[in-house]
Nanobody, 120 residues
Framework: QVQLVESGGGLVQAGGSLRLSCAAN????????MAWYRQAPGKQRELVAIITNGGTTNYADSVKGRFTISRDNVKNTMYLQMASLKPEDTAVYYCYALIRNALFGVTGRWGQGTQVTVSS
């Protein structure tokens, strides 16, 4: 069984910072791309940032210059450093990964989500 476990969400004032983590556990041969998504109340889930296994990154325009995605391939862990947070960043943040294991081949996995709330 493969699981993505997120941590690091919470309540922060506007202008503050938070760091999210997403650890992949279980029977893993390799991890391809990893990404962070978010979903605000009443809105569709949207892509925030993505990172390939080679370290290439891409960001939504709304977070460019404020958020940084990174990963540690030894620990099978991805991070999202969020700075200069705004109330509109309030959402449940989900991690996503394309994971290869011996039994299932390559499958997409979601984390359980972690709440980020930015107060004005």
């Amino acid at each position: 069984q493969v699981q993505l476990v997120e941590s690091g969400g919470g309540l922060v004032q506007a202008g503050g910072s938070l760091r999210l983590s997403c650890a992949a556990n279980g029977s893993i041969n390799s991890i391809n791309s990893m990404a962070w998504y978010r979903q605000a109340p009443g809105k569709q889930r949207e892509l925030v940032a993505i990172i390939t296994n080679g370290g290439t990154t891409n960001y939504a325009d709304s977070v460019k210059g404020r958020f940084t995605i990174s990963r540690d391939n030894v620990k099978n862990t991805m991070y999202l450093q969020m700075a200069s947070l705004k109330p509109e960043d309030t959402a449940v943040y989900y991690c996503y990964a394309l994971i290869r294991n011996a039994l299932f081949g390559v499958t997409g996995r979601w984390g359980q989500g972690t709440q980020v709330t930015v107060s004005s």
